[in-house]
């Protein structure tokens, strides 16, 4: 699994790396406008706030600075929740065109995902909402217990109701991510099958079943290997902004200005923006692509798809890439 998503990777990186460049690049571009304009328009709140006065802050200076805060947290989720779908429904979209074969482009992959893109939305959102059920019901029984033990005035039993909860909390994980396996190939059969967010799960949990620990595995493998290659691609980057001359504190005044320090940290929130760019651009693909090759395999070993594959690359492969491999 792993050399067929690295195999897969290599040659189709352009589109790949084209769509998830462009929408994360998007998403970017649109916190920097985000922040810059709420910046400016809580600018005046924010310099009352810092200018010195020994008492503690209104309710009239907090409010604006924490609604704009509130809305910069909205419109961060959204726009990333919006290019993270998109990429989500560009990995399935080039590996169909992959396990035949056949080249893709940019243009193609971006309408195909993009058409699929609501359906893997609601796919994520009802993923996410099965897995919170069990974890909501344990807090809102321990809430409970915690009400019901004040009004008695047992105030010292709400320290042994919180241990319960977190041995709870330890207990329901287990469940959260057998569900999460279940329904991890969700996403792959909203594109590959045209499905919609409820079959998907549906499907999802047909195929996974008797597979569990397989899939589970190889996931888990998938998500470490890409988390540990976007960790070492982020610590050269950040081993620039330790050496002499990048940031040198002691530049600064006694009393420094924002735009000082702003300016002194530029250079090295620029390297640390790059770095995590570049990262997220390959843990937002690799786990994706390695899920999308076991929905193939299993398919294959489950419903014989194999000869399926096989008849259409040999019916629509161009003459430069021959035969279609024996083990497809």
Known sequence: MLSGAFSTLGRYWKPLIGIALTLFGAAALVMIAALVAIGAAVASQWDELTAGSSGSPDAEELVPLIVAFGVLMVIGMIVYLLASAVVQAAVPVVLQEAVLGRPVRFGEVWRRAWARVWSILGTVFLTGLIMAVPMALMMGAVAGLMIYAASLGDEGGAVPLMVVGFLGALLIAPVAMWLYVRFSLAPTVVVFEHQRPVAALRRSVQLVRGNWWRVFGVWLLAVGLAAALGYMIQVPFQMVGLL???????????????????????????????????????????????????????????????????EAAAATLPEQYGPPPAHV
């Open 244 to 310: 002499p001359g990048v940031f040198d504190p002691a530049d600064l005044d006694a009393d420094p200005s924002g735009g000082q320090i702003i300016a002194m940290l530029g250079g090295v929130l620029l390297l640390s923006f790059i770095s995590q760019m570049i990262s997220q651009l390959f843990t937002a693909i690799f786990p994706p692509l390695v899920v999308g090759l076991l929905y193939v395999d299993l398919r294959m070993r489950a419903e014989n798809l194999g000869p399926v594959l096989a």
